[in-house]
């Protein structure tokens, strides 16, 4: 049987046993050489690793600034398609950098236009590559870094389509025990989540039988300028094009679907919904038939028929700015908001307690959780006990594109519909002309 997947291609129904992708890929893995990590034989405790960063807009900034202020880390290398944000990053950088006694960037780590990264991860002041370039591009920008033999430090989403997931999911299997390789999942490394979290898989508010997840927030800033090329445009406008972010879901939305997963221990069997453009008419270079949804509505079927709701907007909407989950279970009611607060409500109260009372599960601070994900990552590096998230980050990843896949086809998606999906963008973009 054949339907419209997100990118307009066919999409199959198959029967592939659930988290088949997972063993699938392990065997394409094999056999495929990568430079040994240096770094456990170089580095003594008190030495800094150098970063090297691939993508330095916004989250490469912050990301970049966090790793200084949390960890032993040096900014090394920078690259950028654009000159004008390498230009910017050396400033902010070098200027940060001094502050901590490290000294400038070296000019010749500096890389501008499209293949750039090639030589930032070949570069020996380069132990640990952050990837904080558009999801399009991260399968190749994490493959390159693993075959480098550098740690990652790889931003969410993995990737925007299927065929890039599994491209990821193998550079992760090549990575296994020779390098390190986090996703952007900062809210995993709250205390307020992370107890949450733990209480319900304890049993506390027993079964789940039913979430609601929800991600509302503002409009996203246009990038134009008068006289840039449509690819410019377009690339400069990334978070508004399926193909390069993935939609809002799989870009945005991503870290609450993350949290459903987490609590479930599960991908979902399967997705339906519709989402669409209300208020999203145009943006400048980005093709019609592209444009990012402004707001989605789904239902997630996990094992056991449990059902969640997921629902988002991404428009003016000064009003009101929320990211969180709800847990139902036979028990009790779990909840966990963005901005605070994380509580457990049970149904038989406690001694000292009225119904209803919530107790309080910790302090939500994710800003504070970058930087404790950032040491943990560092920590592993330098002790030389590797940690790799691709395998959750891959399967998070494929949760927000069967919700994309559900409301482009108007159709129930199952997972292993999804997976035998030719779900793959594979744009023909000519980016050598940016210079
Ligand atoms: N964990 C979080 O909470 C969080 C928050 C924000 C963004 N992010 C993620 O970080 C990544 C970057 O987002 P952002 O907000 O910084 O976007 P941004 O547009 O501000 O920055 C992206 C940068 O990548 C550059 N770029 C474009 N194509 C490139 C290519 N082929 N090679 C190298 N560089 C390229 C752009 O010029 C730009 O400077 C995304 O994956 C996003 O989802 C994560």
């Known amino acids: 049987m054949k339907e419209k997947s997100s990118n307009g291609t066919a999409v199959e129904s198959s029967s592939l046993p659930r988290r088949n992708f997972v063993k699938k890929a392990a065997t394409i893995g094999a056999g495929v050489t990568i430079l040994p990590a240096s770094t456990v034989f170089t580095y003594a405790a008190n030495s800094a690793l150098g970063l090297g960063i691939i993508g330095l807009g916004g989250r490469g900034t912050y990301d970049g600034g966090e790793f200084l202020n949390n960890t032993d880390v040096r900014i090394a290398a920078l690259h950028d398609v654009f000159e004008d944000k390498v230009k910017a990053a050396q400033a902010n950088f070098d200027r940060k950098c001094e502050a901590k006694g490290y000294g400038k960037i070296p000019e010749s780590n500096l890389f501008k236009g499209h293949r750039g990264f090639e030589k930032l991860v070949a570069s020996k002041d380069v132990d640990l590559v952050l990837v904080t370039s558009p999801p399009y591009f991260h399968p190749e920008h994490l493959e390159a870094s693993v075959a480098a033999g ?15 997931c599994m491209r990821v999911l193998k550079a992760g299997k090549q990575a296994d025990g020779k390098v390190s390789v986090h996703v952007g999942f900062q809210k995993r490394y709250d205390e307020g989540y992370r107890n949450t979290i733990n209480r319900i898989h304890a049993g506390e508010i027993g079964a789940i039988v039913l979430g609601q997840s929800f991600y509302y927030t503002n ?16 690339i400069r406008n990334w978070v508004f094009d399926m193909a390069l972010s993935g939609d809002i879901i799989v870009e945005q939305n991503i870290h609450i679907v993350d949290v459903v997963n987490w609590a479930m221990k599960s991908h979902p069997i399967k997705a339906s919904g519709s989402a669409g453009r209300a208020l999203r008419k145009q943006v400048d270079g980005i093709p019609a038939s592209m444009l990012t949804n402004d707001h989605y509505m789904l239902t997630y079927t996990y094992p056991g028929d449990v059902h969640v709701s997921f629902t988002s907007n991404q428009f003016r909407n000064k009003g009101y700015r929320q990211q969180g989950e709800r847990f139902f279970g036979v028990d009790g009611f779990a909840e966990t908001m963005q901005s605070g607060p994380a509580t457990i409500t049970l149904n038989q109260v406690r001694e000292g307690q009225k119904t209803g009372d919530r107790m309080d599960a910790g302090k939500v601070d994710l800003h504070a959780a970058v930087g404790t994900k950032m040491k943990a990552l560092v920590d592993s590096i330098k002790s030389g006990k590797y940690e790799n998230q691709v395998e959750q980050g891959v399967e998070t990843t494929l949760t927000s594109i069967i919700g994309r896949m559900a409301v482009t086809s108007g159709r129930e998606i199952t997972w292993d519909r999804m997976l035998k999906s030719n779900d793959n963008w594979n744009l023909k973009l000519n980016l050598e002309s940016l210079g």
């Open 219 to 234: 409009d996203l800033g246009r990038q134009n300028k008068p006289g840039m090329s449509d690819l410019e445009s377009r």
């Open 150 to 164: 550098k740690h990652v430090y790889l931003e969410k989403p993995v990737a925007t389509d299927v065929a890039g």
